[in-house]
């Protein structure tokens, strides 16, 4: 069975920084690429970054949506399995609720699969 189990959300400043980690089981971790991504309410979800396997023929490096490049960094430790996101300078509009995925090209086990998104984690960013 597929688990995704996101932590590390919190109440933090404009400008102050989180950890995000998303611990995954019940797949071969290395050979899946791995994304965050958020939903803020009233608005759809959408990617904030994605760590391709090294595995993966076509690999290459990270990609971030626009509004978070140069802020957050996506990693990952494929012994664990844990995928990180470090959030940098975090500003209000950062204010979402934050999920993990796993995926092989086109095809994610909570994007398109039967695996739920879950509860995912909190982050918000307020003075």
């Known amino acids: 069975q597929v688990r995704l189990v996101e932590s590390g959300g919190g109440l933090v400043q404009p400008g102050g920084s989180l950890r995000l980690s998303c611990a995954a089981s019940?797949?071969?971790?290395?050979?899946?690429?791995m994304s965050w991504y958020r939903q803020s309410p009233g608005k759809e979800r959408g990617l904030v970054a994605r760590?391709?396997?090294?595995?993966?023929?076509?690999?290459?490096?990270?990609i971030y949506a626009d509004a978070v490049r140069g802020r957050f960094t996506i990693s990952r430790d494929n012994d664990k399995p844990i995928v990180y996101l470090d959030m940098n300078d975090l500003q209000p509009e950062d204010t979402a609720t934050y999920y993990c995925?796993?995926?092989?090209?086109?095809?994610?086990?909570?994007?398109?699969?039967?695996?739920?998104w879950g509860q995912g984690t909190q982050v918000s960013v307020s003075p």
């Open positions: 995925d796993a995926s092989r090209g086109t095809w994610g086990f909570r994007r398109n699969g039967s695996t739920g």
């Open positions: 019940g797949f071969v971790f290395s050979l899946y690429d």
């Open positions: 760590l391709f396997s090294p595995e993966n023929p076509g690999y290459s490096e990270p």
